[in-house]
């Protein structure tokens, strides 16, 4: 989508255009709709909400909602808000987003640059992991991590993640370095260069753009998992998807729409920026997971 | 520097044997090029010399030294690629020294030997930038630059010109020549472009499906090749190889080769027990343009000019040559004219076979009968 | 010595997660299918009663509803997913102004979380505060969406959501497969004086075949593990109405102590994925070698 070559375009009068433009809109606002409502009604209080137009914006600005959300709500038995699931996301974010990309990164270079028999089985066992339901493996998983002593921690969490995006990972270097050159791997090997000299020197300093789509891909994926933080979290060791979640679908107490939404809003708002700021790499992600081979 | 040996060697790829026995060896000093056509094993044999590939029986020897299972960096070479692999994030400079950095030689014996590269090969104002920065012509003095900096004993190029243009290649060649005559060191060069390897190599190795045809110097691969392959593959325009019978007319052995139309021509042919063998048979009858000249160029040194009428259908114009094509064993044949000799079309035109020149194949083993 | 260990160093590097993959996928499955296969309830045991959990999932009314379930809303996010998303790509494609901006907007919801994705509808659609209400409150007193809170019809609002998140990911796919298309070709046909439509339809859209076949494996994907939204827009209710399988799952291994019977649900899915992304992997790859 980088090139913009537009020649198909449908030669048309000004009223298909101006119908073409009307359809464009309507679509721009059904897509953002959601997001106006909740940014909307997040700044409203309870009872304008409840006796009034969703769609409208609030009539007077409160950020109550958001100081709740953020750390006064209560989720589970405590009256903490959202800030330490928050936290707990971070925590299992970063190290497990870390740990993938460096591993995929050294399988993709091992699968392009140092074949050895049985390497392409290697790599279609990764790929078909990449498309298990992960119901399959949530018993065994819960076993193992019991074994481990990992069971409800955000340890347990981080390795869960680090597995399972393991596939991705190294799909996305591996057809990175397969354009590389190794002319500049032998060129390496000459001048005396080591497997890792070779990986550090050569070939991670010219992996920029593939390390930003895989941090962005690995970020959003165990950033919004829902499936293994309520499957595998603890009391402390929760993140955020599984807290919203909680939140909103708690049957006790009053509903709190406006907290849901700011919460709903704070869930949402690190992937957001991500993609706002580099949404060129976050697409070139989704097309790479899309297309394989 | 160092001379090399190569001795039985054999590479296979799985069940694909790709390298088939091959024994070849290149005196200190001496400029070994291989050529053949692509997929014949040329940049196998390279990569195997430089310790990229691992041989699969057989011997590498450079000096004494035998090298197998040694590391590249080991084995006292250099290498020049095709793409240049230049390293994309670093500087010229960074690209040079990087194998220095790795052996651990210090700061200021580093800055001096890239100094004396750099003067060498004219970079010293490109040592800061980056790769991307620098022409195609510029890329591929960095290269050779980064290589020559190691001081080794054998040099390996694999194809370094073939990404240039037709008039740098030109350049880049001299070059290539006046460094080695200078240096002195042995070089192992593979291109396919065989006026490459006839103007740069002490030793022309002609290779083929994986086996070594001929090994020679440039005039004996070009006017003593062993078989129609070597035959055929250097020279351009390539040797004329007319289908022609051996029959024996008072007492000589002539061959008779089938012309325009229903005419014909004969000509004389060496009387030797290997032609005997083969009389009243075909041959192939081997000449290379400029053996087949108009009359006023022949070759005036040459012992032994025939003159035949021939049939010319059409002539290619070239500047400093004219060619001319004439039907000859049922195949049009190239001759090499003065610019300005008189050329009819559609006529019989006297044509000089300069015969010293002539060599015969068998059409059946393709080998030369001598 | 250190030659030797560097010829190593690539099976080295490699076995951590090569080991992490064959545990930790390969065997999950087997000892999942395993599993499928015992009298497992709270916890695993190892007591063999063959397909009896199987004949028992099939007769299951719980699972019938789920496996309906998956069929209304895995065909309609499919179909409509992939019709939006290529409506949507060719009016993209008709040089418009602001393109960069439309398509971020049409892209974004891919970019966050299904749970946020279920508060925003699950609240948008409830008819006391959400679209209802504010149809009431904007004069159009007869106006009524209950879908959400009725049995019949809820299902229908999780693939309203579902295709809000997942149809400018397929706009994105089919965008990128128009702009790759050779321009010659267009320009072939507009001599052969072919119209815009009729360009469409008989050369372009026939083109994007392998872009469909994506969408489709990657959406049906989708559908089949698709969890976090009904669980966070409807959490399988009213009563059991948007039950999906992957909620069955979970349920009956995790809340109703019947593991055996979760085990096999679990490995019906993943045949039902595999056997759409199977072929679709191998096709790729014969593909992939064949161009190379």
Redesign the interface.
Same mark, same amino acid.
């Given at each position: 989508?980088s090139?913009?070559?537009?020649?198909? +375009?449908?030669? +048309?009068g000004s009223l298909t255009?101006i119908l073409?433009?009307t359809?464009?809109i309507f679509?721009?606002i059904?897509?953002?709709?959601? %997001?106006w409502?909740?940014v909307s009604?997040s700044l409203k209080t309870l009872d304008e909400?409840?006796g009034?137009?969703?769609?409208a914006p609030p009539k007077a600005i409160t950020l109550e909602p958001w100081r709740q959300a953020w750390s006064q709500t209560q989720i589970g038995v405590e009256a903490t808000g959202l800030k330490p699931y928050f936290i707990n996301s971070i925590i299992m974010v970063v190290p497990a987003v870390f740990l993938s990309t460096f %591993?995929g990164a %050294?399988?993709g270079y091992?699968?392009t640059k140092?074949e050895?028999p049985g390497?392409n089985l290697?790599f279609?066992?990764?790929? %078909?992991?990449c498309?298990?339901?992960?119901?399959?493996?949530?018993?065994?998983?819960a076993?193992?991590l019991g074994m481990l002593g990992l069971a409800g921690t955000l340890g347990g969490l981080i390795l869960v993640h680090t597995?399972?995006g393991?596939?991705f990972t190294?799909l996305f270097f591996r057809n990175y370095y397969a354009a590389f050159?190794t002319?500049?791997v032998? +060129? +390496?090997?000459?001048?005396?260069?080591?497997?890792?000299?070779v990986f550090w020197?050569?070939l991670i300093?010219?992996s920029g753009p593939i390390i930003v789509v895989t941090i962005i891909w690995q970020f959003?994926n165990v950033?919004?998992?829902?499936?293994f933080g309520?499957?595998f979290s603890g009391y402390d060791s929760t993140p955020i998807?599984v807290a919203?979640?909680n939140l909103?679908?708690s049957s006790t107490g009053v509903k709190e729409?406006n907290v849901?939404?700011a919460?709903?809003?704070l869930?949402?708002l690190p992937?957001?920026i991500?993609?706002?700021v580099s949404?060129r790499y976050?697409?070139r992600g989704?097309?790479a997971?899309?297309?394989?081979? | 520097m160092a001379s090399l040996t190569i001795d039985k060697l054999t590479k296979s790829f799985g069940s694909v044997e790709v390298l088939k026995g091959i024994d070849l060896e290149i005196e200190d000093g001496g400029f070994l090029v291989l050529v053949g056509p692509s997929g014949c094993g040329k940049s196998t044999l390279l990569n195997c010399i430089a310790g990229l590939e691992k041989t699969t029986s057989g011997e590498i020897r450079i000096g004494d030294r035998n090298v197998e299972g040694l590391h590249p960096s080991k084995r006292d070479i250099a290498m020049v690629f095709q793409s240049y692999a230049l390293y994309p994030n670093m500087t010229v400079r960074g690209n040079i020294s990087f194998g220095m950095e790795i052996r651990g030689i210090d700061k200021d014996e580093q800055q001096k030997a890239i100094d004396e590269v750099a003067d060498m090969l004219q970079i010293n104002e490109l040592l800061d930038r980056k790769p991307s920065q620098l022409s195609g012509g510029q890329r591929q003095r960095v290269a050779m630059g980064r290589a020559l900096v190691r001081h080794p004993q054998v040099f390996l190029f694999d194809e370094p010109l073939s990404n240039l243009d037709a008039k740098l290649r030109v350049d880049m060649r001299t070059e290539i020549k006046r460094l080695h005559s200078r240096m002195g060191t042995t070089i192992v060069y593979v291109t396919h472009d065989q006026i490459e390897a006839l103007t740069l190599a002490t030793k022309i190795a002609v290779l083929q499906d994986g086996y070594l045809q001929q090994a020679g110097s440039p005039d004996e691969i070009y006017n003593n090749p062993v078989n129609i392959f070597v035959a055929d593959f250097m020279g351009s325009p390539s040797m004329n190889l007319i289908d022609s019978t051996l029959v024996e007319r008072d007492g000589q052995l002539e061959i008779q080769i089938a012309g325009h139309g229903g005419s014909s021509i004969s000509l004389p042919a060496p009387d030797t027990p290997d032609m005997r063998a083969h009389l009243n048979g075909p041959v192939v009858f081997g000449i290379r343009p400029e053996a087949m000249t108009d009359p006023d160029g022949a070759d005036r040194t040459s012992p032994h000019i025939e003159t035949r009428d021939c049939f010319i259908e059409v002539s290619q114009p070239a500047g400093s040559d004219t060619f001319a094509l004439t039907p000859l064993g049922g195949k049009e044949c190239i001759a090499r004219f003065r610019a300005d000799a008189k050329i009819e079309l559609g006529a019989f035109t006297p044509i000089s076979f300069n015969m010293t020149k002539a060599v015969f194949f068998d059409p059946q083993t393709t080998n030369r009968i001598r | 010595m250190r030659d030797r260990l560097q010829d190593w160093l690539p099976r080295i590097v490699l076995a951590p997660s090569f080991l992490a993959i064959l545990v930790f996928v390969y065997g999950f499955i087997l000892y999942t299918g395993w599993l499928s296969m015992t009298d497992s309830r709270m916890l695993p045991n190892n007591d063999f009663i063959g397909l009896d959990n199987y004949v028992k999932l099939f007769a299951l009314k719980h699972w019938s509803i789920a496996l309906k379930n998956l069929a209304i809303f895995g065909t309609l996010y499919i179909v409509i997913c992939s019709c939006l998303g290529l409506f949507l790509a060719i009016m993209l494609d008709q040089q418009i102004r602001n393109e960069g901006f439309i398509r971020t907007v049409y892209l974004y919801p891919m970019a966050i979380s299904f749970i946020v994705t279920g508060v925003a509808w699950k609240w948008f659609l409830d008819p006391g505060i959400g679209l209802e209400n504010t149809m009431h409150q904007w004069g159009w007193e007869s106006f009524e969406f209950k879908w959400i809170k009725d049995r019949n019809m809820a299902i229908y609002t999780i693939v309203i959501a579902a295709v809000w998140q997942s149809s400018g990911y397929v706009m994105a796919m089919f965008l990128a497969g128009l702009r790759g298309v050779d321009n010659e070709i267009i320009k072939a046909a507009q001599v052969d004086g072919a119209s815009g439509v009729l360009i469409y339809r008989r050369i372009i859209i026939p083109m994007m075949r392998p872009v469909f076949l994506s969408a489709f494996v990657v959406l049906t994907h989708l559908a089949i593990k698709s969890y976090d939204l009904v669980v966070a827009m409807t959490g399988g209710g009213p009563g059991r109405a948007t039950e999906v399988p992957a909620t069955f799952m979970y349920s009956y291994t995790f809340t109703r102590n019947q593991m055996g019977v979760g085990a096999s649900s679990a490995i019906i899915m993943l045949i039902m994925v595999f056997s759409i992304v199977v072929p679709y992997l191998y096709s790729e790859i014969r593909h992939g070698e064949k161009n190379r």
């Open positions: 989508m090139h913009p070559s537009q020649e198909n +375009a449908i030669n +048309a255009r073409i433009y359809l464009l679509f721009v059904y897509y953002l709709l959601p %997001l409502v909740m009604n909400i409840r009034g137009d969703m769609l %591993l %050294l399988n091992v699968m140092w050895f390497v290697i279609g066992l990764m790929l %078909l992991a498309f298990i339901p992960f119901q399959i493996v949530l018993i065994p998983m076993r193992i597995v399972y393991l596939g190294t050159p002319e500049l032998r +060129a +390496a090997q000459i001048d005396g260069a080591t497997f890792f000299q020197r050569i300093p010219s959003t950033w919004n998992d829902f499936l309520a499957s998807t919203l979640n909103v679908n729409y849901h939404f919460g709903a809003i869930a949402a992937t957001l991500v993609y706002i949404g976050f697409v989704l097309m997971g899309a297309v394989k081979g | - | -």
